[in-house]
Each structure stands twice: as structure tokens, then as C-alpha cells.
């Protein structure tokens, strides 16, 4: 069965780190794109980072460049979010996706993990 | 960066009557060089992540019922549900997917009526 499963999520104060993991199952992790996509509470979607096959490419929504970092380990089946100078707005479900096979830099994602939820507060 | 609106906010329809959401971009989903409109349909349901319903602005992904249908074309899209049921409460959500990043609209919730 493919399986996305993200972790990492918690209460972390403003100016905090954390960082989230993604563990990939039932498929080719090192053949797809992944994207990171975020939900405030009660709120819509919003498209966070991506990253390709290798890890070569990285692109990121402009409001958190250089906050956050995405990257994957594919021995590991891993994907990742490392986010710095954690701000009240960043509190949201982190959304794992995956892209379809043979997709480019733009595509839909098909199949989402069940999030974990990041809250930043004192 | 690229707006995506979607109307209305919300809608309440009767069992087994249409459903219509309309979503508007600010730039055009239609890609020159693969004539493909780069528009994807989402549906969430409370408690739960998105799940990909419609693709390429009218591709039905496996395992979605046939009454959910896109259109259109450009900067103008339509997702469709012929015949509403209760398990089709939820909020749905278009998504420009070219270029980066893939900017989603604001949500439509439709409940019944």
C-alpha cells in the first residue's frame, strides 16, 4: 500500500526550530517528486516547498525563504522540513504529497499523508 | 503570484441535485507548449487530507466517481457534481499547478440542503 506518514510535529516556542519527517512506503521514493503543503487552522491549502527525484532541485513559496529548508534522504525513504524562526502563523497540519510518476517540476499531487501538526506558541 | 478564487464560498444543495463550483485564476493555467491546463480539483472531508479528485482540469483520477466532472480552460474551471450525495460533503479546493508555487484557492464547502 503507498503510505505517506509524516512526524515531527509539536508545541514550539516563537523563534524555534523543528523539524518534520515524511516516511515513504509502497513505492519508488527516489523516482518522485515531493512537496511539502501546509493548513492553518480552519483555513485553506497552501503550497509550501518542493523538491526533486535527487535532490538537485528545491523551490519554495516566497513568504518562507529562508526559513525553511526542504530535503530528502532516498535511502531512507525519507522526506524532510527543517523550519527556523518559527512564527505563530506557521502553525498548521504539514501535509506530505506526492507527485505521479513521470511528473515534471509541475503536478498535481495524487496521494497525501494524514499531516502532522505544527503549533507555535508560548 | 498567481490568485485563485473560487464562488461561491460555500454552497447547499439538495440530495441527487448538481453541484457547481467555479474557480478563476489570475494567469492562465494553459501551458503553450503541451496545449494542458495545469488545474487540479481537490476534496476534503473534516479530519481528513485532501484527496485528488480531477487532473489536467478534466481527468477524473482512478477511483472517482463518475459524477464529478471539470472544465474549462484558460483561466476559467468548473467542478461539477452531477448528482450530490451525503458522502460528497466537504470542502473542495482548486489548484493552478503551473508555475511554482502551485497556488490553491480559497476552498468551497457544499453541504445539504
Known amino acids: 500500500e503507498v503510505q505517506l506518514v509524516e512526524s515531527g510535529g509539536g508545541l514550539v516556542q516563537p523563534g524555534g526550530s523543528l523539524r518534520l519527517s515524511c516516511a515513504a512506503s509502497g513505492f519508488t521514493f527516489s523516482s518522485y517528486w515531493m512537496t511539502w503543503v501546509r493548513q492553518a487552522p480552519g483555513k485553506g491549502l497552501e503550497w509550501v516547498a518542493n523538491i526533486k527525484q535527487d535532490g538537485s532541485e528545491k523551490y519554495y513559496v516566497d513568504s518562507l525563504k529562508g526559513r525553511f529548508t526542504i530535503s530528502r534522504d532516498n535511502a531512507k525513504n525519507s522526506l524532510y522540513l527543517q523550519m527556523n524562526s518559527l512564527r505563530a502563523e506557521d502553525t498548521a497540519v504539514y501535509y506530505c504529497a506526492r507527485a505521479p510518476y513521470g511528473s515534471g517540476q509541475y503536478y498535481y499531487m495524487d496521494v497525501w499523508g494524514k499531516g502532522t501538526t505544527v503549533t507555535v506558541s508560548s | 503570484d498567481i490568485v485563485m478564487t473560487q464562488s461561491p464560498d460555500s454552497l447547499a444543495v439538495s440530495l441527487g441535485e448538481r453541484a457547481t463550483i467555479n474557480c478563476k485564476s489570475s494567469?492562465?493555467?494553459?501551458?503553450?507548449?503541451?496545449?494542458?491546463?495545469?488545474l487540479a480539483w481537490y476534496q476534503q472531508k473534516p479530519g481528513q487530507p485532501p484527496k485528488l479528485l480531477i487532473y489536467?482540469?478534466?481527468t477524473r483520477e482512478s477511483g472517482v466517481p463518475d459524477r464529478f466532472s471539470g472544465s474549462g480552460s484558460g483561466t476559467d474551471f468548473t467542478l461539477t457534481i452531477s448528482s450530490l450525495q451525503a458522502e460528497d460533503v466537504a470542502v473542495y479546493y482548486c489548484q493552478q499547478y503551473y508555475p511554482t508555487p502551485g497556488t490553491f484557492g480559497q476552498g468551497t464547502r457544499v453541504e445539504i440542503k
Open positions: 494567469q492562465s493555467a494553459l501551458y503553450s507548449s503541451n496545449n494542458q491546463n495545469y
Open positions: 489536467w482540469a478534466s
